[in-house]
Antibody, heavy 121, light 105 residues
Framework: QVQLQQSGPGLVRPSETLSLTCSVS????????WSWIRQTPEKGLEWIGY???????FFNPSLKSRVTFSVDTTKNQFSLKLRSVTAADTAVYYC???????????????WGQGTLVAVSS | VLTQSPGFQSVTPKEKVTITCRAS??????LHWYQQKPGQPPKFLVK???QPISGVPSRFSGSGSGTDFTLTINGLEAEDVATYYC?????????FGGGTKLELK
């Protein structure tokens, strides 16, 4: 059974970089597309983008200029970096696997447990 | 853009609940449904508009294609009180509906 475990700080100062990691157990990270999604009461669920094997990426245009994704196949984990954060980036951040091996346009399952990241000085 | 309705509904056990999701352009059948309870990540319920998922109670079903989709809960149980989201995977960026929150009357 695939499980995703998120790690990273819950507090980031304005203008700094938010960094989160999602560790995958139970399957190889190489077979799937992996996404980051965030959730706020105001905007609901917002898809940040996906990464596949460090070869293919897509970023939501709303965040594209500030987002970096990476995959570490040796550790079976992938990461998100969001630069120049503001209070508007305060959200619960989730990592998630796309539902079918090598499938981009599928559902998300499973999800990480979620990380509440607050942007505050 | 995915528009869900209603945004909020008061419900009673055994009730039949219908949630709709309308897409601003066709997404084919690439529309999926999730259930989310407070403090938890979304849980996957229905894939590709109407395909059931192993382990999900049969009272949950989906229908629709193109721009209009429906999630039906036949015989709501108290444990189904949650917020439900639709998600389209056809068009990048992938998007979610605004959610439908169910609360017990």
């Amino acid at each position: 059974q695939v499980q995703l475990q998120q790690s990273g700080p819950g507090l980031v100062r304005p203008s700094e970089t938010l960094s989160l990691t999602c560790s995958v157990s139970g399957d190889s990270i190489s077979f799937y597309y992996w996404s980051w999604i965030r959730q706020t009461p105001e905007k609901g669920l917002e898809w940040i983008g996906y990464i596949h094997n460090n070869e293919s990426r897509f970023f939501n245009p709303s965040l594209k200029s500030r987002v970096t994704f990476s995959v570490d196949t040796t550790k079976n984990q992938f990461s998100l970096k969001l630069r120049s954060v503001t209070a508007a980036d305060t959200a619960v951040y989730y990592c998630a696997r796309h539902g079918v091996a090598a499938g981009l346009r599928t559902w998300f399952d499973p999800w990480g447990q979620g990380t509440l990241v607050a942007v505050s000085s | 853009v995915l528009t869900q309705s209603p945004g909020f509904q008061s419900v009673t056990p055994k009730e039949k609940v219908t949630i709709t999701c309308r897409a601003s352009q066709s997404v084919g059948s690439s529309l999926h449904w999730y259930q989310q309870k407070p403090g938890q990540p979304p849980k996957f319920l229905v894939k590709f508009a109407s395909q059931p998922i192993s382990g999900v109670p049969s009272r949950f079903s989906g229908s629709g294609s193109g721009t209009d989709f429906t999630l039906t809960i036949n015989g709501l149980e108290a444990e189904d009180v949650a917020t439900y989201y639709c998600h389209q995977s056809s068009i990048l960026p992938q998007t979610f509906g605004g959610g439908t929150k169910l609360e017990l009357k």
